[in-house]
């Protein structure tokens, strides 16, 4: 898989994927992540991305030029799957979005700022919209980091055990089982005796049985799914 994201603050996201899973999926040929500075395809000398809103109003706009420039440049090169903007008012981002995005080859990420991109990139170029929440961050390159990982960490020999992110919360619109590790007693605190019976069908059960209960109390909207 290859991951092209477009923005004007692109130091931000040198961190993110220099560490850990991000780090090795890209390391061992899972996915190829390639950051672009909008300031580069520019026409203006000061290296301007954004102008004033027609009609008035506060805040600047992110102009339609340099996104135009940035995305044909690279649909030259390859075919791209979906052409993604990240935006509060897009649809809200979930497991099943993440596991369909996962099976694609080849995703350009957009990130907005300050008050948005010009309404005719959306129009355009932009295939699918998604948010991370019902909130407004200082720039989609978070959203972005948030989105890639989310992408990344389902693709085949990211993980080192690949059933790991089959159990995930989501996965089956359940809440994750509580899980427990050494030692087996803390403070007077002891693992459930399940979990050390070693009765793997049983342990299944029981795990089922608590991502229903949690679910249930914790997230009842999801069990009407």
């Known amino acids: 898989m290859r991951i092209d994201i477009i923005t004007c603050l692109p130091r931000l996201l040198d961190s993110f994927f220099a560490h850990s899973i991000l780090q090795r999926a890209q390391q061992g040929g899972y996915v190829e992540v390639v950051v672009h500075d909008l ?43 979906e052409v993604i903007y990240m935006t509060p008012d897009g649809e809200r981002l979930n497991q099943q979005t993440t596991n369909t995005l996962s099976l694609r080859q080849n995703l350009i990420i957009l990130c907005g700022h300050y008050k948005g991109v010009d309404e005719r990139v959306r129009e355009l170029f932009v295939t699918k919209e998604i948010s991370i929440g019902d909130y407004v961050l200082s720039g989609g390159e978070l959203a972005a980091c948030v989105l890639s ?11 080192n055990d690949e059933t790991s992110a089959l159990t995930d919360s989501f996965q089956d619109n359940l809440l994750a089982p509580p899980v427990y590790t050494r030692p087996a007693e803390f403070e007077g605190h002891r693992v459930p005796d399940i979990l050390l019976s070693g009765h793997e069908a049983k342990i299944d059960e029981w795990r089922h049985e608590q991502a229903l209960e949690r679910t249930r109390v914790r997230r009842p909207d999801l069990l009407d799914l």
């Open 39 to 81: 300031r580069d395809y520019t026409a203006d000398k000061h290296r301007r991305v954004d102008d004033y809103a027609f009609g008035g109003g506060a805040g600047m706009v992110m102009q339609i030029e340099p996104i135009a420039q940035c995305i044909r440049s690279l649909q030259e090169e390859r075919t791209y799957d």
């Open 149 to 159: 990982d989310a992408i990344i960490r389902l693709l085949p020999g990211v993980l």
